[in-house]
């Protein structure tokens, strides 16, 4: 991504010169400091998770962070200042801090995640499975902690 930015800057480096060299060519340099401020603007790239560009960070802690999980080991763990959540399956362990520090302030320790494969379920005569899920266990700093289990 480097090489991109500082070819554009060459290029508006370049079009401000013959401005400055030719007067009567104003106009055309004008239009190349335009042609390459709208390169730059489709080169910066939207993040994206799960194919839909992010609007804010705190959108993007909101779909990477699918939802806490309550569960009684889950309850037991918190005595350890370990939450669980369920998180989008691509989202990676920086991602999840991230997003846990943008969603609730507190900046996580560790992050350990793990793939869930969805159970088998029956439909009357045929077969099914749930989907498949990822769940991660955030760890947070002594003294810390986020008020998930009080609303239970």
Same mark, same amino acid.
């Given at each position: 991504? =480097?090489?991109?930015?500082?070819? /554009?800057? /060459?290029?508006?480096?370049?079009?401000?010169?013959?401005?400055?060299?030719?007067?009567?060519?104003?106009?055309?340099?004008?239009?190349?400091? $335009?042609?390459?401020?709208?390169?730059?603007?489709?080169? %910066?790239?939207? %993040?994206?998770?799960?194919?839909?560009?992010?609007?804010?960070?705190? =959108?993007?802690?909101?779909?990477?962070?699918?939802?806490?999980?309550?569960?009684? @080991? *889950?309850?037991?763990? $918190? @005595? %350890?200042?370990?939450?669980?959540? %369920?998180?989008?399956?691509? +989202?990676?362990?920086?991602? !999840?801090?991230?997003?846990?520090?943008?969603?609730?302030?507190?900046?996580?320790? $560790?992050?350990?995640?793990?793939?869930? $494969?969805?159970?088998?379920?029956?439909? *009357?005569?045929?077969? *099914? &499975?749930?989907?498949?899920?990822? @769940? =991660?266990?955030?760890?947070?700093? /002594? *003294?810390? &902690?986020?008020? !998930?289990?009080? +609303?239970?």
């Amino acid at each position: 991504m =480097a090489l991109f930015s500082r070819k /554009e800057k /060459e290029e508006k480096a370049e079009a401000l010169k013959q401005v400055a060299a030719k007067p009567e060519q104003k106009a055309s340099a004008k239009k190349a400091a $335009s042609r390459a401020k709208a390169s730059e603007k489709k080169s %910066e790239k939207k %993040e994206v998770v799960s194919g839909k560009p992010v609007a804010s960070e705190q =959108a993007m802690a909101h779909r990477v962070l699918r939802r806490a999980l309550i569960t009684e @080991k *889950g309850t037991n763990l $918190s @005595k %350890e200042n370990t939450v669980l959540f %369920e998180v989008l399956p691509t +989202a990676s362990k920086l991602q !999840i801090k991230q997003a846990v520090f943008e969603a609730y302030g507190v900046r996580p320790v $560790s992050v350990r995640t793990m793939n869930m $494969s969805g159970k088998r379920v029956r439909f *009357g005569r045929t077969l *099914g &499975s749930r989907r498949d899920w990822k @769940k =991660a266990m955030v760890t947070l700093p /002594e *003294g810390q &902690s986020i008020a !998930i289990h009080d +609303a239970v």
